[in-house]
């Protein structure tokens, strides 16, 4: 048994098996209990929400029975986005917050992200310390403190606490005379997703509204955005809007039914705060997953930028670290510190629509902001993940690549973490040089390693 849980982005894996089976959720409730118990003693509180997967409710009673039988206090608010979760564990003076997904992936997979008390997720400290205790700590209460058990309730109004933060992030200007095709992905924004844009005065045409338990993702929201945008073009719409499961991010649709990544919509805010003096330090934040053609774009325009390793908990590191406002992925995570504490797709769309209305600009003119070098990403599933200093054949490959592609190109390889598989970015000036190269890589990784 591994004695790792905590990936890139909380637990994540296949649901009912380990580590996302209830034995481990049970035991990581008792284990964070612990853990906060250190900090503030019996009584105190945490939120947990979840997104729309039939293992969720498996999932939330076996982590607050967890939480319950070391003294916490549960506040349980059923399916919400993930960044509603972190909001509520501010707002409602909550030691920790927990959210139960597997954002991006199928309906079989799921996970539990943390976070604490000032709605940012766990460091490393603390989740290597709470599988300390679930791996070597006894998880016992002692005599003293057996008694004093938590108590457990639902929050009936923790969804309307969230859709007057989310519109308060524009001011709760509406946003009348727009129509939006919004695709919920069958998952947690599938009833706070369109009361808010509803609310604000849009014209909501719903996509994938309607779960069962068992079709988040699929063929829908962020990952496979393209009915969504199909459907842009047949209604007339003036945007399109796709989240994730859990809608911390979001991919668009300009009104041509053309797709705008994280990258183009992290380019289009950083100029616009920039222009209104609102960009901390003149300074925005990626991961090294951004294309090339938002550093070119960003330098231009007398913008830093600082490079991150991937995954948005390193984004929102640097710039909590370096007081930095605004940062992101091309995924569509984007991170706006001044409004939330971690990615949010709710409140991006919302403040892409403002832009749009303040400047009174089409989403394809605003998009038309960067030039986007070609590239292919690839995700290779593999058998083990063996140090990549020990994969001669790929590394031969990847060197010669670099080399051929020097200033005007890149690769990137790396494991993913919370997949079996072998991520790869291929980027160049030139599609065909992006292709060749792309497939010699993946071939030499399936000849080594692949599963």
């Given at each position: 048994m591994a004695r790792k849980l905590f990936g890139t982005d909380g637990i994540r894996g296949r649901a009912n098996t380990y580590p996302v089976n209830p034995e481990i959720a049970l035991k990581l409730g008792k284990a964070v209990g612990k853990h906060f118990k250190a900090i503030g003693g019996f009584g105190q509180r945490v939120v947990i929400g979840k997104d729309t997967r039939l293992s969720g409710y498996m999932l939330e009673n076996a982590l607050t029975s967890g939480l319950v039988s070391m003294g916490m206090d549960?506040?349980?608010?059923?399916?919400?986005?993930?960044?509603a979760v972190a909001h509520l564990t501010k707002s409602l003076a909550c030691i920790a917050g927990f959210m139960i997904t597997a954002s991006h992936n199928p309906y079989t997979d799921n996970g539990i992200k943390i976070f604490n008390a000032d709605g940012f997720k766990l460091n490393d400290a603390a989740e290597e310390e709470i599988e300390g205790y679930i791996f070597d700590g006894d998880l016992q209460p002692s005599?003293?403190?057996?008694?004093?058990?938590?108590?457990?309730?639902?929050?009936?109004?923790?969804?309307?606490?969230?859709?007057?933060?989310a519109k308060s992030a524009i001011r709760s200007e509406n946003i009348r005379d727009m129509k939006i095709v919004l695709d919920c992905a069958n998952g947690a924004s599938y009833l706070l997703g369109p009361w808010i844009f509803c609310e604000l005065g849009a014209k909501v045409i719903k996509m994938a509204a309607s779960p069962d338990g068992l079709n988040?993702?699929?063929?829908?929201?962020?990952?496979?955005?393209?009915?969504?945008?199909?459907?842009?073009?047949?209604?007339?719409?003036?945007?399109?809007?796709?989240?994730?499961?859990?809608?911390?991010?979001?991919?668009?649709?300009?009104?041509?039914?053309?797709?705008?990544?994280?990258?183009?919509?992290?380019?289009?805010?950083?100029?616009?705060?920039?222009?209104?003096?609102?960009?901390?330090k003149d300074t925005l934040v990626v991961t090294s997953m951004s294309n090339l053609g938002l550093h070119q774009a960003m330098h231009a325009a007398g913008i830093k930028v600082e490079t991150t390793d991937v995954g948005d908990r390193y984004v929102i590191e640097r710039m909590l670290e370096k007081k930095y406002n605004l940062g992101g992925e091309e995924s569509g995570h984007v991170i706006v510190l001044d409004y939330a504490t971690t990615g949010d797709g709710i409140i991006t769309a919302l403040s892409v629509m403002n832009l749009m209305k303040r400047t009174g600009k089409k989403i394809s003119q605003l998009a038309d902001c960067m030039r986007e070098f070609p590239k292919r990403l690839e995700g290779v599933y593999v058998r083990e993940?063996?140090?990549l200093d020990e994969l001669p054949i790929v590394n031969a490959h990847v060197k010669e690549c670099r080399?051929?592609?020097?200033?005007?190109?890149?690769?990137?390889?790396?494991?993913?973490?919370?997949?079996?598989?072998?991520?790869?970015?291929?980027?160049?000036?030139?599609?065909?040089?992006?292709?060749?190269?792309?497939?010699?890589?993946?071939?030499?990784?399936?000849?080594?390693?692949?599963?």
């Open positions: 549960v506040f349980l608010v059923g399916p919400v986005p993930t960044p005599d003293e403190d057996a008694p004093k058990l938590g108590q457990a309730r639902r929050i009936e109004d923790a969804r309307g606490r969230y859709i007057e933060f988040i993702n699929e063929n829908c929201g962020a990952m496979h955005p393209q009915m969504m945008a199909r459907k842009v073009v047949e209604t007339g719409a003036d945007i399109g809007i796709a989240f994730d499961g859990d809608a911390d991010r979001v991919i668009f649709s300009d009104e041509n039914g053309h797709l705008i990544n994280g990258d183009r919509v992290l380019a289009m805010l950083a100029l616009d705060f920039k222009k209104s003096g609102r960009l901390a993940k063996k140090p080399s051929s592609l020097g200033d005007n190109g890149r690769v990137i390889i790396r494991y993913s973490g919370t997949e079996m598989k072998m991520r790869l970015l291929v980027e160049a000036s030139d599609s065909n040089l992006v292709d060749t190269w792309t497939d010699r890589i993946v071939s030499a990784i399936r000849q080594e390693i692949g599963a």
